[in-house]
């Protein structure tokens, strides 16, 4: 018999033959659900305070970084819009890493809102601006990342995937000569980039070496996702994961950032997600980032306390 005569009917008869003799089928039937990759040794996370879980105290940058330190932080993720008011009140940059680097922080990351991705051409060249400008206020604090949430970009669904990493690849550029590397940000109450897959496609199709991605397990669950998609992710590729829990009640179509809980205080899947993150060989770190004004009427130090314990509680459930 000729190769071309060979049928796929035979194929599979024949196949299913020898699957049968190596007692493959028609004895114990396949898992559903593979078995989870090994988790290697346990990887050594470092903790860092994300402001907005102090911001409604009003204490001001450097007393946020006080806080962090005393709380037991390794780092700090600032919000840049807190430099700008310290810098307007006659604070120096070069005065403020100092006060970092005597408190034993690391600008692990900062938050900012440059309109990098938006389709109008003149807001995105003021947009990349913007993004300019923060990386060298990141860069002279000693920071090496930055968030690059789609900005701008939120309200009307149907933004060109294609066209969005035509623009990140640009702003890794720019990112480049700073070298200050831009998340790529998963944004769940947005129309766009609020699905993992649209963020994991966005930031490979840039093709570029520092592109990488920042992930939320309250984003993530708000964007819809399902937590199943984590093992899609690669652990290199994630420098920072913001870490928070959500509640039952309300649902997630009127969930907001307000709701955000202390790790471990909510329903979220952690253990899941670590075991996950584990496997990804993930070891970057973990930012505390909560909006919920609650904590902000309660003494700032305490509740970075309190995060940090919840951080390091999650880490041991996966």
Same mark, same amino acid.
């Given at each position: 018999? !000729? ?42 996370? /470092? ?49 403020? /890493? ?39 206020? =990141? ?46 940000? =998963? ?41 199943? !998609? ?36 909510? =329903? ?51």
């Amino acid at each position: 018999m !000729s190769d071309s005569s060979f049928s796929r009917r035979q194929f599979l008869a024949t196949s299913g033959a020898t699957f049968a003799a190596a007692g493959v089928i028609g004895s114990t039937p396949l898992p559903v659900q593979a078995e989870p990759p090994a988790v290697p040794t346990n990887p050594s996370f /470092r903790y860092c305070l994300n402001t907005s879980t102090i911001r409604g105290q009003k204490l001001g940058i450097v007393d946020q970084i006080k806080v962090a330190a005393k709380a037991g932080y390794d780092g700090i993720e600032i919000w840049l819009n807190d430099v700008e008011e310290y810098l307007k009140s006659g604070g120096k940059l070069d005065e403020l /890493r100092r006060v970092l680097s005597s408190e034993g922080l690391q600008v692990e990351s900062a938050i900012a809102f440059a309109q990098w991705i938006v389709d109008d051409e003149e807001a995105r060249r003021k947009g990349l601006e913007a993004a300019r400008r923060d990386m060298e206020v =990141v860069r002279s604090l000693g920071g090496r990342r930055i968030a690059a949430p789609p900005a701008g970009a939120t309200d009307k669904p149907g933004l060109d995937l294609r066209a969005a990493a035509e623009r990140y690849r640009v702003l890794c550029e720019l990112g480049s000569q700073f070298e200050v590397a831009p998340q790529l940000e =998963v944004w769940g109450f947005s129309k766009n980039l609020h699905k993992l897959s649209e963020v994991l496609f966005v930031a490979t199709e840039a093709a570029h070496p520092e592109a990488c991605i920042l992930t939320d397990v309250y984003h993530l669950y708000k964007g819809g996702n399902d937590f199943c !998609s984590l093992p899609f992710l690669s652990g290199t590729k994630i420098h920072v994961f913001h870490m928070n829990d959500y509640p039952a009640d309300p649902p997630l179509a009127t969930i907001n950032d307000s709701h955000r809980v202390y790790p471990t205080d909510g =329903v979220a899947p952690l253990g899941y997600i670590f075991q996950h993150l584990r496997a990804s060989g993930f070891a970057g770190v973990l930012s505390l980032e909560l909006f919920n004004p609650e904590y902000w009427k309660q003494d700032a130090l305490e509740v970075a306390k309190t995060g940090l314990e919840k951080m390091k509680k999650a880490t041991t459930l996966g």
